[in-house]
């Protein structure tokens, strides 16, 4: 069993290590407070080749694997949730063309989607089918040549922002999962528009929005996959997604203590600096074993990923505890700031707002046992 990191995964975090440095980090606050949407980053991610991580070079892809995704992802987080949880959910609708599309449609859609000119974003979730992915309401038809999608679909990351869009539509209600089918919408299709944006507690400069789908006449070449496998397809996209939502909260818990440590060996009370104070140091010990255990299960996972191992339980159980990690590591890193950890001139604040989604997007936490537990008693 190795541990170690190859030479290309190390020259990944070194360059996206830079790429936080110079572009991220001087906005991210900035971002939080006014909730703008940073396209510019996006797109530059794009031109560095960020988005084409894991994608083969015939689709303009960098090749490469899971775990430099997972890399990427965990080094934006500790700078910012906002911009590792566009990045994330972009993955996950180039994951699905690339893994369930046709030839026609990866030609089409994967080489803007990877070079950064187009963003994705994937929509299940409905006002009556969130932790209940199954009651979906919106519906697809075929019309002749074309499907006519009708419906709403809520809390939709990216969306408002994206410009293609991986819909989930029941095909057939009789059938129960089996009727639903996954769908590729473009941002400007007549009947298709952008509902209420969301103002979030945390993950503020992403973007999350209701999309309403009335009459939206698309080809029926934008099936994504077969009819009837759309469940499936988004259960697969969920899966792989739950790892990066891992690698955001190992990210932010990081992050967190990044500022934690340095922090403590600033700031002097009672004559001697924090760090000094036995108490605070188990904090930290503390804090410390569960980001350890996130890393393991967090690269152990994208490890299995790469290796073509089924991952559905680990998926979830990284999710589970690295989310978990997350809101725990930042709640203790505001603390151990004492009066600055809750002032917005510091970023412990931030973090904690934005650790909380990672209990919950992707599967809530109580959905994560749902799987783990249906995985291990099978
Ligand atoms: N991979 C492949 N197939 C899978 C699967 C997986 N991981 N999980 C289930 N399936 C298949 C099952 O094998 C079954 O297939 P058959 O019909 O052939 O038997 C079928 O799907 C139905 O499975 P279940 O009976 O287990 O389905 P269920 O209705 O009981 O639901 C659930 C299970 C785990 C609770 C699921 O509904 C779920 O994951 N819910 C949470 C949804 C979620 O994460 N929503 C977040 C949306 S996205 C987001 O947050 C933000 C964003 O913008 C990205």
Redesign the pocket.
Known sequence: MKFDFTREHLMVRQAIKEFVDNEISPISADIDKTQRFPREIFEKLGKFGFCAIGFPKEYDGAEGDEISKTIVLEEIAKKSGSISAILS?HY?PVNLIFKFGTEAQRKKYLPKMVRGQWLG?????EPNA?????NVQTTAVLYEDEYILNGTKC?????GEADVYVILAMTDKSK???GMSAFLVEKDTPGFTIGKIEDKMGIRASS?AELILENVKIPKENLLGKIGEG??I???G??G?RIGISAQSLGIAEGAMEETIKYLKERAQFGKPLIKFQGLQWYLAEMEAKIDASRLLVYKVSYLKDSGKPF?KEAAVAKLFASETAMFVTHKAVQLHGGYGFMTDYPLERMMRDAKITE?????SE?MK??IA?QIIK
Do not use: P, Q
């Not at 974003?121 to 979730?125: D, E, P």
């Not at 969130?130 to 199954?134: N, P």
């Not at 809390?155 to 969306?159: D, L, P």
């Not at 919950?360 to 809530?364: D, F, H, K, Q, V």
């Open positions: 959910v996950l974003a994937f929509a299940l979730t969130g932790s209940d992915a199954s809390f939709i990351t990216n969306g129960g999962t089996r999350t469940f499936k988004a259960m697969v969920l899966d997604g559905t919950i997007y992707e599967g809530t959905v749902i799987v249906s």
